[in-house]
Structure formats: C-alpha cells, structure tokens
T-cell receptor, first 113, second 112 residues
Framework: NAGVTQTPKFRVLKTGQSMTLLCAQD?????MYWYRQDPGMGLRLIHY???????AKGEVPDGYNVSRLKKQNFLLGLESAAPSQTSVYFC????????????FGPGTRLTVL | AQSVTQLDSQVPVFEEAPVELRCNYS??????LFWYVQYPNQGLQLLLK??????LVKGINGFEAEFNKSQTSFHLRKPSVHISDTAEYFC??????????FGSGTRLSIRP
C-alpha cells in the first residue's frame, strides 16, 4: 500500500497563477483533510471531507477550494495564488472521525513569488 | 471551542536524559488527545492517543503521556532520549465531531 500520496512535491508559482494539488489514499478512508504548515504555527486545517462528494471549511479556507469526486482523491485548488499562500501543504486521511489516527502524506512545498 | 497550547517551542536535551514536552488544552466537551511526531522533511505520524480509560498512555519509541483532566494537560515524556528522537512534536485535541486542532509544535533537539 502506498498510503497517502501527494502530487507535486514542490512547486513555484507567480502571484495570480492557479494550480491544483492532488492527494490520493489507498486505505479506503472516509475522512480526508488538507492542512498548511507554517513556522511557529503548527498545522492549520484548510478544508476537510467526511466522504465522497462532501467538503467543509476548516480554520483557514479563504483563497482555496476543494473537491472530492472520488473517495480516494481529495483535490486542493488555488485559483489566484498569493505570496501569503507560500507554505507546506499536507494531506491526511482517517478511517472514521478525527478520534482515529490520521495518516499524512509527505507534503507539498509551495512558493508563491 | 477547543484550543491547544504547547508551552515550549524548543527543548534541547542531552542524549540519554529524560524529557517532558508540555501540552495544555481547553475544551467544553469530552476530548480525545494525541501526540504526533514529524521527522525532518516528512509528514506527521501518530505517537500515541488518549480516547478513554487509563490516563497513562504508552506509545511508540518509548514515549508515554498522562492525561490530567483537572489540569487540562497531556504532557509527553520519555525517560531516556536518543539522537533519533530529534524531531518536531505536535499535541492535538479533538471533540470527535469532525476535526482535530493541532498545537504549534515543540522542536526537540538532542545533544550528544
């Protein structure tokens, strides 16, 4: 099993450009999450999904959109990138609710110039 | 609303010394508590979790944590650290509804 994979690993964008980060899991997990990690701030939840076709906002959703068309995939989109979105992005999944262990991907390092 | 406070952003210790990483939380409902570890350039992985039952929880790599409801704390301890324990450690809390809140992290550095 690959677990949780993220594509791409690194990306550099110019202000105003758009991109999509892909997260895939092969553990048949219902819950999936997108976090951003910034120095001294820990992980902050951007959006999450409790099942195929569902999404919900987390702590810092502004500037991001998500989609969960297939159970195994969770996409994070930036429509118009800003320098404030420079961060490391982590995807995670869990079998049921957040009282279960979350399995994390390796992260995507995004720089917006 | 829930929140998590990790009181130390960095903790330097000597190899084979004991360590305690402190975590306090606030919540108006019953909580589930977690410690995750992040090794350099990797994602997070679960060290241990408290859901219910015994307040002393044992995890991987010799770590343990104690849930103290009266002090709203969930401190992580290890009696003797190794160089390989160098990592960032995150405390997290969940009400079990839909999401988990992470603390800001404590960077553990081990000196030989």
């Amino acid at each position: 099993n690959a677990g949780v994979t993220q594509t791409p690993k690194f990306r550099v964008l110019k202000t105003g450009q758009s991109m999509t980060l892909l997260c895939a899991q092969d553990m048949n997990h219902e819950y999936m999450y997108w976090y951003r990690q910034d120095p001294g701030m820990g992980l902050r939840l951007i959006h999450y999904s409790v099942g195929e076709g569902t999404t919900a906002k987390g702590e810092v959703p502004d500037g991001y959109n998500v989609s969960r068309l297939k159970k195994q995939n969770f996409l994070l989109g930036l429509e118009s990138a800003a320098p404030s979105q420079t961060s490391v992005y982590f995807c995670a999944s869990s079998y049921e609710g957040p009282y279960n262990e979350q399995f994390f991907g390796p992260g995507t390092r995004l720089t917006v110039l | 609303a829930q929140s998590v406070t990790q009181l130390d952003s960095q903790v330097p210790v000597f190899e084979e010394a004991p360590v305690e990483l402190r975590c306090n939380y606030s919540s108006s409902v019953s909580v589930y508590l977690f410690w995750y570890v992040q090794y350099p350039n990797q994602g997070l992985q679960l060290l241990l979790k408290y859901l219910s039952g015994s307040t002393l929880v044992k995890g991987i790599n010799g770590f343990e944590a104690e849930f103290n409801k009266s002090q709203t704390s969930f401190h992580l301890r290890k009696p003797s650290v190794h160089i390989s324990d160098t990592a960032e450690y995150f405390c997290a809390v969940s009400d079990g509804a839909s999401k988990i809140i992470f603390g800001s992290g404590t960077r553990l550095s081990i000196r030989p």
